[in-house]
C-alpha cells in the first residue's frame, strides 16, 4: 500500500503541469479555459509563461501544432508527470523506437476493416446500456451522463476488443477513475489537509482507488472469453508477450496495455458522447434530425458496420461535439532541443501546450464558431478547414490509434438510443467545465430519461 500511498501522491504532483496551470485555470472557475484564451489572444500564439524552474510555451496556431507534432516530432516528446501510475508503461508513454515496436503489432486492431467485425459487439453493448435505460425512464430518477457513457463505453472496449464481457462492476471502477483523474482535486485535498480542515476524500481513498485501478487488467486477462474469437486485441496483445523478437513486451506491458485502452479509450469516448446528449438535448430541432435519420436508415433493425457511413448527420454530431468540446483540450510535450517557433526561441526542457481548443473556438477557421453547428460537417461549400485546425485525437504519428473507432461508437450509439429515448439535462446552463486532463463537466451532467412510444 505504501507505493501506490506515494504513487496517489504524485498526482496532485507539483511537478505536473496540471498543477501548475491551476491557477490560471481557477480564475474563471464556470470555464477555466476561458482565461487560457483570453491571454493566447491577447499576448499572441506563442506565449511562454514562466512556471518557477521551468517554463510552459502554449502555442494556438495550426501551423505550430505542425511543426511540433508532425514535421518535428522527434523533437517533442511525450510528457506524463503525474499521469504514469494511471498509465504505466504503455505505449502512449513512450517514444522513439520502443513506441514504435509497442505500437506496430496492436495497429491491426484499429483498422477500419476490423471495425466490421466489432459492430455486433458495439450494438450488443448499446442494447444493455438501453435496458438500464428502460429501469431510469421507469423510475423517473435522474441519472449523470458521463457515468452513464463511461460504462458504456467500457463495455464495448471488452466486448469488442478483448472478448470478454465486463468482468469488473463498471459503475465501481468509473469512481475509482473519477477519483484521479482531477489533479486539481487532487491538490485542493492536499492543501486543505495542512490547513487542518476536513475534506471528502483522502490520499488514502485515491490510494485504494489505485490499488482497485491496477486489478483490473489482470480481472480482464482471466475472464472467461464470451466467444473465443480469433482476431481481438487481447490475441494481438498476448502474441506480443509470447513473441521472442519483442522481447520489451512482456507481461506487466500487457497489463499496461489494457489500461491504456481502458482509460484512453473510455474516458474520451465517454466524455464526447455526454458533451454530445448534452448539445441534443439543448437543441431540440439537432436532436429530431438524428431520429429521423436513425429511422429512415434502421427503420426497427440493428445497426451493420454498412449503416456507419449512411448516417452522416448522426457522425457530424459527434464531430461538432468534440470541435466544441475536445475531450483532449491540450497536448503536452517537452522540447528535447533548442528551437524556434513563430519568432520565439524554444528552449531544451520547455513544456509545450498545443492548446488544440484554442484553434477549434478560433472565428478565422469557423464561421460562428460557438454555434452547435453540426451541419457545417456536411456542407461541401462551407468555408474550407484549415489544416490541423481540428486535432480531437492529435495529429502526425503519435495521434490516437483508436480515434476512427471512437466515431463509429458513439454514432451507432446515438443513433439508437435516440431512436428509443430522450434524455433530458437538467442542469445548469451552460454547463459548467473543469480543465484537467481532459475537459469534463464539473459536477457531472446530469438527466433524465424519458422513453419515446
Ligand atoms: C473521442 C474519443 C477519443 C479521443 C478524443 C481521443 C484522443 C486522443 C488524443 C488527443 C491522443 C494523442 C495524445 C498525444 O498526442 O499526446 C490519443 C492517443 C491515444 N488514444 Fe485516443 N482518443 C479517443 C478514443 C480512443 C479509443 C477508442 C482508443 C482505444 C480503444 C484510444 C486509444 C489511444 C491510444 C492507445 C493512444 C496513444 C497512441 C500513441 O501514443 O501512439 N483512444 N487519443
Redesign the pocket.
Known sequence: MNAILTQAQQLGDEQSIWFKLTPFLKLNASNPIAFMMQMAERYGPVLPINLGSERVVVITEPEYFKHVLVTKADDYI?YFDGLKPIFGKS??TNDGAL?QKI?MPQQPAFHPDAFTDYVPYFVAAIQAKMKQWEDYARTGETVEMVEQTWTLAADM?CKA?FDRDMPFNPHVVFKYVKTYTDVQEHKGIRQRKQSGETFELTELDAAKAMEAWASVPPAVITADPREEREKTLLKLIENCVADPNIPEFDTQQAIDEIK??LW??TE??AL?LAWALHLLSLHPEASERVIAESEAILGDREPTAADYTALAYTRSVIQET?RLY???WG?IRVAAKDDVIGGKDIRAGDRIVIFGYSAHHNARFWDEPEAFRPERWMDKSAKRQVKYSYI???AGK??????A??QVENTLALAMLLRRFRPEYVGAVPAPINATVTLTPKGGLHFRIKQLD
Open positions: 511525450k505505449m502512449i513506441w505500437r472496449i476488443l491504456q485502452y484512453a479509450g474520451t469516448t464526447t468534440m475536445p475531450p483532449v497536448l480531437p485525437f492529435g503519435r495521434s490516437c490509434i483508436g480515434g473507432m471512437s
